[in-house]
């Protein structure tokens, strides 16, 4: 059989290429199953989607009795052929089926996935996951990642924005609008700089993956009243997530795509906005976040990104704006706690 | 009109920002352009294929009276308004055409064109540059650039070989090995690392941009007898390309791709090898390279390596390599030198 016949495109394996290349995603899987071996010794485990099969070949340096890994894709072929070449064929059953239509002889004690796409649910497979865990986990059966986060923060967009005033010299803004034009279509898929973060983030969704169901998915809602941890340029939305691992007797694994952490191949998305606004340290920044299943592409999300004016909305408690409200409810707030030291010292 | 009218497809508009995000590139037509003022000043440009204007924009910053930047994309649009924005709508004419089909009001002092591809011909329009200058370049009329030369040597390519031996401690060798069969229908655009090059480079073909024709596009084809300077894995034929500028009054500026130099966005091209070679220090590799115009697309090229039995090739007079017939030829022309020396000491 030719190279041709094997894959859709060439671009089949060049996914898989990149995220192979990816020493963060395959870092973080690792490091979570080799410290998790007193949970993977002698048990069942279920790869949803699993691609060239490294992480059942984890699974199996982890000690595994058995691994079913299932992949939907004519990669199956290349995961078959690296099962063979680390000589655990004993241990990984590659089985090329949708998890969905899979019938396994038994429940097992552990699912690992590498579901997490753009955003986190872009295209992604979390569906099948749910799915698979539905049919084949064991009631206490751990979930490889365990919980996902994703968050969203205000940031500057100097790419699409700042680049385009000064290229070598000549002014090309017209083209930088143009391209955000394009971008309002379509979510940026670019590195943040950490120095482009504006304000802290605040959470869009954590899933506990055991408990998460499909309905969940369908529609994600959050509203965040940023506040400017400094002066800037406030030109998107950027969103990022972090997984974390079961790790009842180990040291807490993560997997990170925040802009501070080593960069991986999911980078980070942004949102980016139709104009640029200055703000100052303290400029409260509001707005809605909507991710919705589409009605024709359940693969598929659309986000909604609703500015909102800052002084129509409530702001938390404890918030550091600068606008008058927020000042007096700090300074009430200083105060009581004043009087109450004062009252607990008069004691 | 609609952001959707404008363009083909998304990928249109990305293209021309990966362009002018490369620093090195517009560094390169900058410092040219802006360094010959003197021959730019009052005179009449062409630029072929002006995608955003850019070049058009440097060239009317250096004086000229008139620049015709003919673009036939929808991109011509986006020129306009660079044009506009920067407020020199009398110097730069901006028309929707493809060179071949235009007609000018005079012929020009000087032509530029950015159109260099991947591995200096790939999908690249030369031959519409060639075409232009024959129509309207006055005799004596400058080219920018003036020289394009592309080389080859040979090269290790990790990310085709060695890291599939053991990827987070897997074993991936049959996906690199597939990886390795898409690449022979495909040449690899990659950074290549200086020190993955094995061997001094050898011209693929010098083209003068003021003399080359399209009958020397046709097919380009070189023999390269390669040393090894250090001990190695053969693994790749890399291609990168330098291109010089006009320089009578001026210190010389030259736009160059090869691995020493900062990355661009033309990165490197590599033909990968079905199999890894090890060398020494001294071990001859030597194969033929051709580059043929496509019949069905001549903005295509088949590219062609023959690796070759270095026994079997004539090496240069002075091979360094370590074959009995060049360390013998070595020792004689040595001896001769010494004998000369002798000899003359002699008189």
Redo the contacts between chains.
Sequence with gaps: MS?ND??QS?ED?EI??LM??D?ER??AY?DAIISNKAEFSGKAVLDVGAG?G?LS??CA?AGAKIVYAVEASEVYK?AE??V???NIQDVVKVIHSKVEDVNLPEKVDIIVSEWMGFYLLHEAMLDSVIVARDRFLKPDGLMFPETATLYSTPCSVP?MYD?WEN?????????GM??R??AS??PVTEIVKPESILADPEVVIWMDLREVTLEDLDSIEMRHVAIANKKGKYQGICLWFTCTFPSKFTEPVSLSTEPDEPPTHWKQTTIVLPSSIGVEEGTPMAYDLALKKSQDNSRRYTIEVTMLDPSEVEHSEYCLCHMTKCILVRAMLEKYEKDDVEMMGDK
């Design positions: 190279t094997y894959f060439y394996l898989h290429k192979l290349a020493s395959n870092r690792k060239t490294i070949i984890f340096q290349i052929e690296s063979k070449e680390n790419s680049f290229v070598n010299g000549v002014s090309m803004t017209h083209l143009k391209l034009e394009q279509q379509k």
